[in-house]
């Protein structure tokens, strides 16, 4: 597992179904992806879950840069800045 892929606190967060407020913000609601496991808050289909139809992505510093969509409580958004900073510096 890479330095970036063990960022993930496998939180879950990401998981749950979004929703556009009136002000054209994207909210996650309290409705969860079907291969969710909602106790252990792992997915049942990880290493399949860019073929199940659920619009699963590989996140990369730069698609989480770019992804307003990712809950504020994503550990991948908290450690952003450090990641981009040391591609920065090579
Ligand atoms: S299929 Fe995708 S959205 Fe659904 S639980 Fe797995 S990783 Fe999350
Ligand atoms: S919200 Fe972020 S930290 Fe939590 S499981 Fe999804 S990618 Fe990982």
């Not at 289909?45 to 409580?73: F, M, N, Q, S």
Request: aromatic share 6%; net charge positive.
């Amino acid at each position: 597992m890479s330095d970036w892929e063990g960022a993930c606190k496998r939180c879950g967060l990401c998981c749950f179904e979004k929703s556009v407020d009136l002000q054209g913000r994207c909210v996650t609601t309290r409705i969860p992806c079907r291969h969710l496991d909602i106790i252990s808050r792992e997915c049942r289909v990880y290493h399949k879950r860019l073929d199940v139809g659920e619009g699963c992505i590989k996140l990369t510093p730069g698609i989480v840069a770019e992804a307003d969509w990712l809950p504020d409580g994503c550990a991948y958004r908290k450690t952003l800045g450090r990641w981009t900073r040391d591609e920065e510096r090579g």
